[in-house]
């Protein structure tokens, strides 16, 4: 079985995370997957960045959606780094990505570009909001698409069943409320299994043990050599 590592926001564990920088390095490490977050500027550009402010991650303040793109621009997200867009991310990498959305406006404009540049090869949808999922299903035929849960209810139902009706082909969950038996519900509906996130070589073993299809990680270490270093 194939174990897919997926870079989380690149490999935010040692670089700016969600930078051009930090998709580089992950894919330089040999991850199979970027994790990326999306969101709308004020002005609608799909900018890659994780909380709805800037506070945590930029030297900036306020909300993300009352901010245009030339003043998220003029930020800096960690060592001299510029929030990107995500055209910006698909021409700085060429390994697939994994793109969050969480609200119906921003999973438009993902779908609009998706369309245009014919990229549902490369790119899967994820997010936590299962009608976000299918709104991008319906726009984008034949798009990849992953949910992501906070947990599995103990008898790995109610959410299968939800990421099934949106023909999601992957539940991503926290490692920490994972056990095999639902792993095994889950994948029993078809339906693959990644967890996060994946920082320590023990967790690295329970996702091995747990026969996850793949993890979610912050460091380079778990893809390349398999130990955790920093």
Request: charged share 25%.
């Amino acid at each position: 079985m194939t174990f897919l590592t997926i870079g989380h926001r690149g490999v935010m564990g040692v670089e700016p995370e969600n930078t051009l920088r930090s998709f580089v390095r992950a894919e330089r490490s040999g991850m199979d997957v970027i994790a990326l977050d999306l969101r709308l500027s004020k002005d609608g550009a799909l900018v890659v960045l994780h909380d709805a402010e800037v506070d945590r991650t930029t030297d900036g303040s306020g909300a993300v959606a009352d901010l245009t793109l030339a003043e998220l621009r003029g930020l800096d997200a960690g060592d001299g780094q510029r929030v990107p867009v995500l055209v910006e991310a698909l021409d700085a990498v060429r390994t697939p990505l994994q793109v969050s959305v969480g609200d119906q406006a921003t999973a438009a404009a993902l779908a609009e570009l998706l369309l245009g540049r014919d990229l549902t090869a490369r790119v899967e949808v994820a997010s936590f909001d299962e009608e976000v999922l299918a709104e991008v299903a319906r726009r984008v035929p034949g798009v990849r698409t992953a949910l992501y849960a906070e947990q599995l209810d103990a008898e790995g139902g109610p959410l299968t069943d939800r990421a099934v009706a949106v023909r999601a082909e992957t539940v991503a969950l926290n490692i920490r409320q994972l056990n095999l038996e639902a792993v095994e519900r889950v994948h029993a509906a078809g339906l693959r299994v990644i967890g996060w996130t994946v920082n320590t070589l023990d967790q690295l073993r329970l996702a091995r043990a747990l026969e996850l299809d793949g993890a979610l990680t912050d460091f380079p270490e778990i893809r390349s050599t398999g130990r955790f270093t920093a």
